[in-house]
């Protein structure tokens, strides 16, 4: 059974940073791509950013233009673990975050990831 288990949302001011984590079981974690996903009341899920499993670029990242230059994904394929550190937060990243693992390959397309987590809620205030 496939579990993605997130945690590090949280509530944080304009300008503040918070790192969320992602950690995976029941899958061979460095095989699969993983992202991070956002959506933010009456929106459609947006892609954040995503890193390539082994088999792709060798864990290659890219991001949305909206979180480029402020956001980082990692992961750690000793631990299972996918990270997003988010800096310089601004209100407009106010959404509920979701991992996901894709076995396809890195893609910025909800419809291609295959295992969700549950979604932690990052709140930004102004």
């Known amino acids: 059974q496939v579990q993605l288990v997130e945690s590090g949302g949280g509530l944080v001011q304009a300008g503040g940073s918070l790192r969320l984590s992602c950690a995976a079981s029941?899958?061979?974690?460095?095989?699969?791509?993983m992202g991070w996903f956002r959506q933010a009341p009456g929106k459609e899920r947006e892609f954040v950013a995503f890193?390539?499993?082994?088999?792709?670029?060798?864990?290659?990242?890219y991001y949305a233009d909206s979180v480029k230059g402020r956001f980082t994904i990692s992961r750690d394929n000793a631990t299972n673990t996918v990270y997003l550190q988010m800096n310089r937060l601004t209100p407009e990243d106010t959404a509920v975050y979701y991992c996901?693992?894709?076995?396809?390959?890195?893609?910025?397309?909800?419809?291609?990831?295959?295992?969700w987590g549950q979604g932690p809620q990052v709140t930004v205030s102004s």
């Open positions: 029941g899958l061979l974690f460095s095989r699969y791509a």
């Open positions: 890193v390539g499993g082994i088999s792709w670029s060798g864990g290659s990242t």
């Open positions: 996901a693992a894709a076995r396809g390959g890195a893609t910025s397309y909800p419809r291609s990831y295959d295992y």
